[in-house]
């Protein structure tokens, strides 16, 4: 047996994400992904239409009022991963993902938090001159992590 992937998980979650719909697309393609469970903080989605797989009720969802409730839960020994476009994060094609981890995106217009940058054990960025749409930035990072890379 390959003990490589057994204590592995990550999760994923959106910061104050603007829009129901991009929840929707992200919980699927973190069903689809092998995320182990799904989060946000600040404002709250839980079913979306464009969830059609209804990942919600697939996998465990959190909800969080605040940053600061979130980062008390992190689970024992998950490293946060920030997706945030800025001088000082690592390349997405160069970062070796922790093995148990979770990923924080922030929200369409503001990114996430100076707060929650500083308390990212990683951020990472992609080759990209303008943000993503926070759904096609989330499901490239749980792209990413399945590529055979090695681990952190």
Same mark, same amino acid.
């Given at each position: 047996?390959?003990?490589?992937?057994?204590?592995e998980f990550?999760?994923?979650?959106?910061?104050?994400?603007?829009?129901? !719909?991009?929840?929707?697309?992200?919980? +699927?393609?973190?069903?689809? &992904? %092998? #995320?182990?469970?799904?989060?946000?903080?600040?404002?709250?989605?839980?079913?979306?239409?464009?969830?059609?797989?209804?990942?919600?009720?697939?996998?465990?969802?959190?909800h969080y009022?605040?940053?600061?409730e979130f980062?008390?839960?992190?689970?024992?020994?998950?490293?946060?991963?920030?997706?945030?476009?800025?001088?000082?994060?690592?390349?997405? !094609?160069?970062?070796?993902?922790?093995? +148990?981890?979770?990923?924080? &995106? %922030? #929200?369409?217009?503001?990114?996430?938090?100076?707060?929650?940058?500083?308390?990212?054990?990683?951020?990472?960025?992609?080759?990209?001159?303008?943000?993503?749409?926070?759904?096609?930035?989330?499901?490239?990072?749980?792209?990413?992590?399945?590529?055979?890379?090695?681990?952190?």
């Open positions: 047996m390959n003990d490589n992937f057994t204590n990550f999760g994923i979650g959106i910061q104050n994400g603007k829009t129901p !719909e991009n929840l929707g697309v992200l919980w +699927r393609s973190a069903q689809n &992904l %092998g #995320a182990s469970f799904i989060f946000t903080i600040g404002n709250r989605y839980a079913k979306q239409a464009c969830d059609t797989h209804n990942a919600v009720k697939a996998m465990p969802y959190f009022e605040t940053f600061n980062y008390k839960n992190l689970p024992k020994g998950a490293r946060l991963v920030g997706v945030e476009l800025t001088e000082t994060a690592e390349p997405l !094609e160069t970062f070796h993902h922790p093995r +148990r981890c979770v990923y924080l &995106l %922030g #929200a369409e217009d503001h990114g996430l938090t100076n707060e929650a940058i500083e308390k990212s054990h990683f951020l990472v960025k992609f080759k990209s001159q303008l943000s993503l749409n926070v759904s096609v930035a989330g499901s490239i990072v749980l792209y990413d992590r399945g590529i055979a890379k090695p681990r952190s």
